[in-house]
Structure formats: structure tokens, C-alpha cells
């Protein structure tokens, strides 16, 4: 098969690492292969095992490639927004051809001037978003290639994270025999595809709730505003049933998917399954009810967490409410359940292609058809992203009056007014909670 506009989604989880082949014909966008594979060598979404996570990539890589016919040498990755920091960065530079008309070169040159000061140390560039560019003092321009200057300016937003922790996937990537393309911020590559237009306008909180942790993020005005990653995932409900229920945690991961309800209400105690219980001869029976008390048990306190978080920035109640993906949101009556915590204004997405209808697909998808939209400027501008760690930095020739200091967003920047409603400060499953407190203490 031609592998002419082919772009890869690489989805390294905690649980599972997946892998989305897309190929763009013309302006028909197409998934033409995917796989996955369990993931190995990463706790709480960081690699602590480079050797594992190369090996288990491959895995899904190959799975992918048989059923897209065809081979995979490159991948775009996306890097969860664990201990990302949001910074304003500004540059500027003179136009150096005697035409001037600006070319992508001096968009490279810009965008490598506000990348070359005032980042924090041991960090790295993920992400640059070119808010404006301004020539010769007109601003608002979001393209400026093939404009005519003598001065080209660019006020934008980086997004940093953590260099050892961007090094080792590169690492990874690379062990498993592949070229790393490009680092996409998970939050801003699924915000601009799984959400729509007015979403991203009026606000909207996107929950990713993963097998090793649960993200949320909010969308504003089609901007990243405020992400706060929790560290638990649909990974310790499987370890609460695995405890409770005195079953092997493959046991506990099957009855799971397969009896597991989010929504303890929307059970029925009259049901019943069997359980191969360590240590005993014959198997026990439970209810499914028994069973979505443990795992509301959970979901309840993950719920409460980013709640808490949402309510101290005031974004409880923006237009676009709250919109729920990942693996762990795939559990029945998961929007139900959200509801009780976080009101009526709760959806699940679901990716439509076919073989990927699973919340599982959300994240790899989106890096797949992020990257195979960005224009051609903001290809130039993440081709300078990727060629900071393997290039000396530029000596800065902004001049003084223009200024240098680069504004550091803290995420509680973000403020939304509207009336704050739901407390869920005493849950419906207080009992269950307090019967299984002794399981919530793990680090």
C-alpha cells in the first residue's frame, strides 16, 4: 500500500500502549490499521523500563502494520500533561532576504528566538502555539508566509515538561526501531478533535479517564487553560476487585469488563457470577451490585478529586460541561455515575471509525489526525521543537526594549464565572468508602 499521507498515533499508556495507522486522501481521513499491546516497563504513566516499553511498542506497531499492509518507520507521540508547565514566550526577528517577503524560514528563526530563553531548567518543549504573528506592528496575522516586512514578531505559548521524561520516550521509540516525527500534548491534540467548535469556544472539561491515571483538562477559547492529572485509573479499580473480592488481578480485570457497572443503582443484587477465589476449592458467588459498590467505592473519590479541582478555578459550569473518554469511561453507566458528582452536563465520546469504536482509541486517534492537520507553519514550527535538543541554541537578538521575560500561567489562572452547584462533599457511598478506606492508602 502507498504510504503517501500516512500519519501513526502512538498511545504509550500505563496499561496498554496503542497504535492508529491514518492515511488522509485528498480531504477524505481514513484509518486504514491499528493494535495494541499491554504495556510494560511505565508506572503511573512515566517509562522506568526502556527496554520493555520499546519491546512492547514493537508488539503493537507489528499488529498494526498486518493489518494495514504496510510498514511503519515513523510515529507521532503523545506525551500525557503530567507535570506540564504553560508559558508565555514572545520573538522576534528582521527579515533577512532583500525581497522581504517572509518565508518559513523566518518562521523557524522566530520560532527559535522565542524558544531560546526563560524556560525552566531540566524541562523541554512539547508544544508551541503561535497565538499571533505581528508584521511591522499589524498584529492578529495567523499565517504570516509570503507576507512582505522588515520585522516579524510571534507571541505564543509554550508547553514544557519534564526532559528526562520526554529523553527516555524518545529512547523508547527509537529502541523499538522507529523515528519519532513528533511529540503531541495529549489534552490539546484530543481537545481540538474530539471536541467541536463551540466546545472549544465557550469551554469544556475533557476527563480522560485511563487505566493508570485520569486526566482533566479544560478547553476555553480553544486554549489549554488548566490540566490536573489524578494518578489513579480504571488500574486500581481492578486492584480494589482483585482485594475485595480475594480473586487474582487477571480475574479481576475479566469480571470487570464483564459484570463491572459504574452505577451501583443500575444493578440488579439478584445477579449473580462466579469468582475463583485464592486459597479456595470451589468458586464463590457474588452480585454485580456487590460489585459496582466496590467499584463506585473508587470512582466516587476520583470523581471528588478533580471536582474539587474544577470548583477551586471556578470551571464547574461552563457551557460545554463535561465530556468523558478513555478506557476506564468504556464501564456502563459511567455518565450516570459522573452525573451524581458533576451534574447533568456529562457525555461520552466514542470514536466512530470502524475498529476503533472503543474510548479506549480516543488518544491515539487524536494524535493521528491532530498531526495530519496542522498547517504547514505549524509543521515548521514543530520541526524547530524537534531540532532544539540536537541543535545549539541561537545567540537571542531581541532587542532590549522589546523585552525578554517570559510569564510563567499558573494553572489557577483560569477563572470562570458562573455558579458553583453539586457538592459532593457527602457521598452516597459513604459506607463502602469507609469499609474499604484501607485500600485507598497505597501510593
Known amino acids: 500500500?502507498?504510504?503517501?499521507?500516512?500519519?501513526?498515533?502512538?498511545?504509550?499508556?500505563?496499561?496498554?500502549?496503542?497504535?492508529?495507522?491514518?492515511?488522509?486522501?485528498?480531504?477524505?481521513?481514513?484509518?486504514?490499521?491499528?493494535?495494541?499491546?499491554?504495556?510494560?516497563?511505565?508506572?503511573?504513566?512515566?517509562?522506568?523500563?526502556?527496554?520493555?516499553?520499546?519491546?512492547?511498542?514493537?508488539?503493537?506497531?507489528?499488529?498494526?502494520?498486518?493489518?494495514?499492509?504496510?510498514?511503519?518507520?515513523?510515529?507521532?507521540?503523545?506525551?500525557?500533561?503530567?507535570?506540564?508547565?504553560?508559558?508565555?514566550?514572545?520573538?522576534?526577528?528582521s527579515i533577512a532576504n532583500q525581497n522581504k517577503r517572509i518565508t518559513y524560514q523566518d518562521v523557524q528563526n522566530v520560532a527559535t528566538q522565542a524558544l531560546s530563553r526563560g524556560l525552566p531548567a531540566d524541562h523541554d518543549v512539547i508544544e508551541l502555539v503561535a497565538e499571533e504573528f505581528v508584521v511591522d506592528g499589524f498584529d492578529g496575522i495567523k499565517d504570516p508566509h509570503e507576507m512582505i516586512g522588515v520585522?516579524?514578531?510571534?507571541?505564543?505559548?509554550?508547553?514544557?515538561?519534564?526532559?528526562?521524561?520526554?529523553?527516555?520516550?524518545?529512547m523508547a521509540i527509537q529502541k523499538a526501531g522507529l523515528t519519532l516525527r513528533e511529540f503531541v500534548l495529549a489534552p490539546l491534540a484530543m481537545g481540538s478533535i474530539i471536541l467541536n467548535d463551540g466546545q472549544q469556544d465557550f469551554g469544556t472539561v475533557l476527563i480522560d479517564l485511563g487505566g493508570g491515571q485520569t486526566s482533566t483538562s479544560v478547553i476555553h477559547d480553544r486554549k489549554l487553560k488548566f490540566t490536573f492529572v489524578d494518578i489513579e485509573g480504571g488500574d486500581n479499580v481492578t486492584?480494589?476487585?482483585?482485594?475485595?473480592?480475594?480473586?487474582?488481578?487477571?480475574?479481576?480485570?475479566?469480571?470487570?469488563?464483564?459484570?463491572?457497572?459504574?452505577?451501583?443503582?443500575?444493578?440488579?443484587?439478584?445477579?449473580?457470577?462466579?469468582?475463583?477465589?485464592?486459597?479456595?476449592?470451589?468458586?464463590?458467588?457474588?452480585?454485580?451490585?456487590?460489585?459496582?459498590?466496590?467499584?463506585?467505592?473508587?470512582?466516587?473519590?476520583?470523581?471528588?478529586?478533580?471536582?474539587?479541582?474544577?470548583?477551586?478555578?471556578?470551571?464547574l459550569n461552563l457551557p460545554g460541561g463535561f465530556v468523558l473518554t478513555g478506557g476506564n469511561a468504556a464501564l456502563p453507566k459511567m455518565v450516570d455515575f459522573a452525573k451524581r458528582v458533576l451534574g447533568d452536563n456529562v457525555r461520552l465520546f466514542v470514536p466512530d471509525q470502524i475498529g476503533l469504536r472503543h474510548p479506549a482509541y480516543s488518544?491515539?486517534?487524536?494524535?493521528?489526525?491532530?498531526a495530519s492537520r496542522e498547517s504547514m507553519t505549524q509543521q515548521v514550527i514543530k520541526q524547530t521543537i524537534m531540532q532544539r535538543h540536537a541543535v545549539e541554541q541561537q545567540t537571542s537578538m531581541l532587542p532590549e526594549e522589546y523585552g525578554d521575560e517570559v510569564v510563567q500561567q499558573p494553572v489557577e489562572s483560569f477563572q470562570y464565572d458562573g455558579e458553583i452547584v453539586n457538592d459532593p462533599q457527602q457521598g452516597w457511598f459513604g459506607k463502602m468508602r469507609q469499609k474499604l478506606s484501607n485500600l485507598f492508602n497505597e501510593e
Do not use: C
Open 151 to 170: 520585522r516579524l514578531e510571534m507571541h505564543g505559548i509554550a508547553y514544557v515538561g519534564p526532559e528526562k521524561v520526554l529523553d527516555n520516550t524518545r
Open 363 to 370: 488518544r491515539s486517534l487524536s494524535y493521528a489526525m491532530f
Open 239 to 315: 486492584k480494589d476487585i482483585s482485594t475485595v473480592l480475594g480473586t487474582s488481578y487477571i480475574n479481576a480485570e475479566k469480571i470487570k469488563r464483564d459484570y463491572g457497572y459504574a452505577d451501583p443503582s443500575q444493578t440488579v443484587s439478584s445477579n449473580e457470577f462466579p469468582v475463583e477465589v485464592i486459597g479456595e476449592e470451589f468458586t464463590k458467588q457474588f452480585d454485580e451490585q456487590y460489585l459496582s459498590e466496590i467499584i463506585a467505592a473508587r470512582l466516587e473519590q476520583m470523581y471528588t478529586r478533580l471536582f474539587e479541582q474544577l470548583k477551586q478555578i471556578g470551571a
Open 1 to 93: 500500500m502507498n504510504n503517501s499521507g500516512v500519519t501513526v498515533g502512538l498511545d504509550i499508556g500505563t496499561t496498554s500502549i496503542k497504535v492508529v495507522i491514518t492515511q488522509m486522501t485528498g480531504n477524505q481521513f481514513n484509518v486504514i490499521g491499528a493494535g495494541n499491546a499491554p504495556s510494560r516497563g511505565l508506572r503511573r504513566g512515566v517509562i522506568v523500563d526502556i527496554d520493555a516499553t520499546a519491546s512492547a511498542i514493537r508488539e503493537a506497531i507489528d499488529q498494526a502494520q498486518e493489518k494495514a499492509n504496510i510498514q511503519i518507520s515513523e510515529v507521532v507521540a503523545g506525551v500525557p500533561a503530567n507535570q506540564i508547565k504553560i508559558i508565555n514566550v514572545d520573538g522576534l526577528v
